[in-house]
């Protein structure tokens, strides 16, 4: 792990300026870095949720806004997840008593534990439309931009994988559908890099750009080929006598 923020008891790593990306952030707006809340109670009796909004807890805010009582006789019905319900998940709740992720599972598989193996997130960083964007180490910053300190993990992924920074052309597809899981095998490399026209020698110089980037060693098979020679490691791909058929 590498160096962590700057700011007394936050082990989150560095993302800017020697500060994680929620302090360098507060620094951004204010100019200075903003001390953390302490959470509080709820100001209701007999509440053990935080409170949010007002003194009040998100559930008896909404009461007070739409009604102008909290009804603090009246138990709130939504049950209380400060976490996340599937056994061993410590991560908070997002919907139906379930983190994002194992949400996500649940919609798709149909069960909270499909599609596994489950990706523990950890460090800095957030998610964004789905996808973990984080910080670049220094060690990896050749397989990105120049001057880009941070990229969606996927993507790093796939730039180790190839060696190289991903074209803009280039995406990265997940096979199983969870944007999470960014296993090697688990991604694929796509393309939406199209000929400029219809023309066939516009159709030929796209395919012949497309196989000297992605499959070389076909390139110079098939232009070995187009000269009569054997391709290199198959010396049998060219007969001794074009005219004579093979038995």
């Avoid at 709130?76 to 994002?100: K, N, Q, W």
């Avoid at 489950?118 to 964007?133: D, M």
Wanted: glycine share 10%; with cysteine.
């Amino acid at each position: 792990m590498g160096a962590t923020c700057s700011v007394p008891t936050c082990e989150v790593p560095i993302y800017a300026r020697g500060l994680c990306g929620r302090h360098y952030r507060q620094q951004l707006r204010h100019g200075e870095v903003q001390p953390d809340r302490v959470p509080t109670d709820c100001a209701v009796a007999g509440c053990e949720r935080s409170a949010v909004t007002r003194g009040w807890c998100h559930g008896h805010y909404l009461r007070w806004s739409r009604t102008g009582n909290v009804q603090a006789h009246k138990p709130l019905t939504r049950p209380l997840r400060d976490v996340c319900c599937v056994e061993g998940c410590e991560r908070g709740g997002h919907s139906a008593g379930m983190c994002r992720s194992h949400y996500e599972r649940q919609r798709k598989h149909g069960d909270p534990m499909g599609g596994k193996p489950f990706r523990l997130v950890t460090g800095g960083g957030s998610i964004s439309h789905g996808y973990w964007y984080g910080s670049v180490p220094k060690d990896k910053r050749h397989l990105v931009p120049p001057g880009r300190t941070a990229e969606f993990e996927h993507r790093l992924v796939m730039a180790e994988v190839l060696g190289r920074p991903l074209l803009p052309h280039e995406t990265v597809h997940h096979k199983n559908g969870d944007r999470l899981d960014n296993r090697p095998a688990n991604l694929e490399l796509w393309s939406t890099m199209q000929p400029k026209g219809q023309r066939v020698v516009d159709k030929i110089a796209w395919a012949r750009a497309l196989l000297e980037l992605y499959d070389p060693e076909t390139l110079q098979a098939l232009e070995l080929c187009a000269d009569g020679e054997a391709p290199t490691g198959d010396p049998s791909a060219v007969p001794d006598n074009p005219g004579q058929e093979s038995r």
